[in-house]
């Protein structure tokens, strides 16, 4: 590893550790030249597939594009920043699961529904009225009847 200050090469490992998240190892690396100290991260790199969309182009899978997805379908319903995290990591984590290196962008988008009617049923609605592009109220009407029933059968499970 080359020194950041001097470019030298020669920059041993004075101390490794593993990280507070668990998730990366720390080393504290001193120069053999100019003798300054730094900090590097090993970190795991995990590579998500690539996004093919309805056209056929794809695109580089954008957490950033997925987060804004999921604010717009919850827009001022009481869903927590922390919940919304845990939706996208959990869309992430299934989608490196597939090990897939190529996902259909329907595939996202049934994951995020899955999500959105685990957090929230009318941001599940709101979300599914764009993405099936409902055609008329009747389709509307069954989304919400889905949604309905499965709070019945939830509620007779309770019971």
């Not at 900090?39 to 957490?63: A, H, M, Q, W």
């Not at 319903?77 to 597939?98: N, Y």
């Amino acid at each position: 590893m080359k020194c950041p200050f001097c470019n030298h090469e020669d920059t041993p490992v004075l101390d490794t550790r593993l990280s507070e998240d668990g998730h990366s190892i720390r080393r504290r690396r001193r120069c053999g030249n100019c003798d300054k100290r730094f900090t590097t991260y090993e970190r795991i790199e995990l590579t998500l597939p690539v996004i093919v969309k309805k056209n056929g182009s794809r695109t580089e899978f954008d957490p950033a594009k997925l987060r804004g997805s999921l604010m717009l379908a919850l827009r001022k319903r009481p869903v927590s920043a922390e919940a919304v995290d845990v939706a996208i990591q959990s869309i992430q984590d299934k989608l490196l699961q597939s090990g897939e290196r190529e996902v259909m962008s329907g595939q996202i988008g049934e994951l995020v529904m899955r999500e959105l009617k685990r957090l929230d049923k009318i941001a599940y609605i709101r979300f599914a009225s764009v993405y099936k592009s409902f055609e008329d109220v009747a389709e509307f009407q069954d989304a919400i009847a889905e949604v309905g029933q499965e709070r019945k059968s939830v509620k007779r499970r309770d019971d």
